[in-house]
């Protein structure tokens, strides 16, 4: 079964400046999509950016970009000018496409932007 | 708006009551899911439902039933809830087994459940 681990439960920023999340992974697929979802005090889950495996370009999404490291399994999440809105539990997922597309989550990360 | 609707939104329970957390979308997804979040566990499965008229248990089925009443509804039934299932659930669906699953999933807003 595949495993998603997060290695920093919490982190701090000071507003405006650049974040980077920590996430890797564990499977046999070579096919495989990856997420990095939002979850706001509110609670609503947010998706903030995917990358699928089999595309070298990292994604990005204005302010949010992705290092994805097929061979280390990793895909981290890079904050940059960070925003008091930023703050928030943030979690990575995986997903193996063409199945029942479950998708498995890591425990997550709690950021605290500063002013 | 289209999305995912969870309800209630909030419930408590004594340990033994029954309840029924009730999904729905209108999206025309094929998949739904039930997740339970836990402090320090992030998401874990339940159980998912790939189309309608099937379902499937998860990583932690234990204690929990489901339905799938028809394409947009998914219920999750606790039959006699215990304290170890307080925590917050969420619903999600997604296009489907026969999609790419590029698009993630959408969630509801969640329920927050306390078994006292």
């Known amino acids: 079964a595949q495993t998603v681990t997060q290695s920093q439960p919490e982190m701090s920023v000071q507003e405006a400046e650049t974040v980077t999340l920590s996430c890797t992974y564990d499977t046999s697929e070579s096919n495989y999509y990856l997420f990095w979802y939002k979850q706001p005090p509110s609670r609503q889950m947010i998706l903030v950016i995917r990358?699928?495996?089999?595309?070298?370009q990292n994604a990005t999404e204005n302010r949010f970009s992705v290092n994805f490291q097929k061979a280390a399994k990793s895909f981290s999440l890079k904050i940059s000018d960070s925003q008091l809105g930023d703050t928030a539990m943030y979690f990575c997922?995986?997903?193996?496409?063409?199945?029942?597309?479950?998708?498995?989550f890591g425990a997550g990360t709690r950021l605290t932007v500063k002013p | 708006n289209a999305g995912v609707t969870q309800t209630p939104k909030f419930q408590v329970l004594k340990t033994g009551q029954s309840m029924t957390l009730q999904c729905a979308q209108d999206m025309n997804h094929n998949s739904m899911y039930w997740y339970r979040q836990d402090p320090g566990m992030g998401l874990r499965l339940i159980y998912y439902?790939?189309?309608?008229?099937?379902?499937d248990k998860g990583e932690v089925p234990n204690g929990y039933n489901v339905s799938r009443l028809n394409k947009r509804e998914f219920s999750l039934r606790l039959e006699s809830a215990a304290p170890s299932q307080t925590s917050v659930y969420f619903c999600a669906s997604s296009e489907g087994p026969r999609g790419q699953g590029i698009d993630g999933y959408t969630f509801g807003s969640g329920t927050r459940l306390t078994v006292v």
């Open positions: 990358q699928e495996a089999y595309k070298q």
């Open positions: 439902s790939a189309s309608e008229g099937t379902t």
């Open positions: 997922a995986f997903m193996k496409p063409y199945n029942n597309n479950d998708m498995r």
